[in-house]
């Protein structure tokens, strides 16, 4: 198969890799909404938030050239943001799964009720911040899973080339974590909505 | 044929199914569900999770990142340039001042001569060429 087809992915980087004018700028404006929205879900501090997303970028400039066109490019810039970031949340000791998060629980499905009545709900501005709030709450691999999937509508084989785990283990915490938001939601959790 | 990958644990496939499809009817602008209050509360959910968080980058961090990683050798051509400038213009002043005496009376002929036989109208011009280079190179240091 002919890989040398243009694309894209292939044009930019050939612009920055040769330093044409205004390539570099582009290449970050194409791709710092999905850094923030990665790292930003990761770490929740603005200002450090910032600071990894900027030494993403500088890494992305070093090390472009071992870009090798395996996977896209937005999988393979999503990649260096994500392991900044989790190196940073190491760095800071801050656990990243909760403990046995996805392993041994029973099925929580069975905690939930049919009664619960959101007419109310969807225009309800405080529901949307508690939600968030929820969202804020779960473990950072899990909103950070979420997030690629609902805001940057990333597919489950893009999220797994960006987080290195496999589409099995992405589909379980997709599924738990919305099932838990489901659950605080219609309170069952003792979390008041 | 089924493409999906399976799960790394059991789950309950109904409960995946109607998160799914809240998704797609969230992304599709489709009604919102009456009377299936799963349905409803994941449809909420879909709604909230694809909204962009509050904080964001500044408006130019792209501009700024593509200051920073600036190759070195095109800076230090930029700062090369501006520095040999700064040196012709000063040595163009201490020519003017040592050898000035002997050749800018010879000038002095017509209105424009005379004009340019002053040493104060030099002096001026060297004080704002001097003013505008400094300011240049404040503006380096303050973009680095």
Redesign the interface.
């Known amino acids: 198969m002919d890989t040398r087809l243009p694309n894209p992915d292939r044009e930019l980087v050939d612009a920055v890799l040769r ?1 044409a004018p ?1 390539a ?3 290449l ?2 194409d791709y ?2 999905l850094c ?2 990665i790292i ?2 990761m770490v929740r501090h ?1 200002e450090d ?2 600071e990894l ?2 030494e993403t ?2 890494r992305v ?1 070093q090390c472009l050239y071992q870009y090798r066109y395996e996977s896209a490019l937005k999988s393979w810039i999503g990649q260096v943001a994500y392991s900044i970031a989790l190196r940073h949340l190491q760095r800071k000791r801050i656990p990243l799964l909760e403990p046995a998060s ?2 041994g629980a029973n ?1 929580p ?1 069975e905690n ?1 009720g ?5 007419e109310q ?2 225009g309800d501005a405080q ?2 911040r508690r ?2 709030a929820a ?1 804020d709450a779960l473990p950072p691999v899990q909103r950070t899973v ?2 690629l999937y ?2 940057e ?1 990333a597919s ?1 084989p893009e999220i797994a080339a960006i987080t290195g785990m ?4 992405i ?2 915490h ?3 974590a ?2 838990r ?2 659950e605080m ?2 309170g069952r959790l003792g979390v008041a909505v | 044929m089924n493409h999906e990958p399976p799960f790394s644990t059991p789950v309950d496939e109904s409960e995946w199914a109607a998160q799914e499809r809240a998704l797609a009817d969230e992304r599709a602008g489709a009604a919102s569900p009456a009377g299936d209050p799963r349905a409803r509360s994941y449809r909420l959910l879909a709604h909230v999770l694809a909204q962009p968080p509050d904080a964001q980058l500044p408006p130019d961090f792209a501009r700024r990142m593509a200051q920073r990683v600036q190759p070195p050798a095109r800076a230090a051509d930029n700062r090369l340039e501006t520095w040999l400038v700064g040196l012709l213009a000063m040595a163009g002043l201490v020519s003017a001042a040592i050898y000035g005496n002997a050749w800018l009376p010879s000038l002095d002929q017509g209105a424009t001569g005379a004009l340019l036989a002053k040493p104060w109208l030099w002096a001026l011009v060297a004080c704002l060429g001097f003013s505008r280079l400094s300011r240049h190179w404040l503006h380096h240091d303050q973009v680095r």
């Open positions: 330093g205004g570099f700028e582009r970050v404006r710092q909404g923030w929205h930003y879900r603005p938030a910032r997303c900027q970028f500088l400039h996805d392993e099925s499905v939930v049919d009664d619960f009545d959101l709900a969807f529901m949307a939600l968030h969202v979420l997030t609902h805001l509508e489950i496999a589409s099995g283990t589909k379980s997709l599924f738990r919305r099932l938001l489901r939601l219609e």
